[in-house]
């Protein structure tokens, strides 16, 4: 997507933000299926939605020791 400023702020990039964490993290060898892709509604007025990338760290990466 094209990023663009917005009172100082980059918008419009989020997804490409999150789906390259994504790649990153699972080429890294955290499970895909720990790795989540979101979409989150904002209620503020004239808000755009932001996409953001939620992990669950509970065992998702192989250098993780793993207690019982």
């Known amino acids: 997507s094209?990023?663009?400023t917005h009172g100082g702020a980059m918008i419009g990039d989020c997804d490409d933000y999150a789906?390259?964490?994504y790649i990153m993290l699972r080429d890294l060898g955290f499970d895909?299926?720990?790795?989540f892709l979101s979409i989150v509604s904002r209620t503020e007025v004239n808000s755009t939605n932001?996409?953001?990338l939620m992990v669950n760290i509970e065992g998702s990466?192989?250098?993780?020791?793993r207690y019982q």
């Not at 990466?61 to 020791?65: E, K, S, T």
């Open 2 to 4: 094209m990023a663009a």
């Open 61 to 65: 990466h192989p250098a993780q020791p």
């Open 19 to 21: 789906t390259t964490k």
């Open 50 to 52: 932001h996409a953001v």
């Open 32 to 35: 895909s299926n720990t790795l």
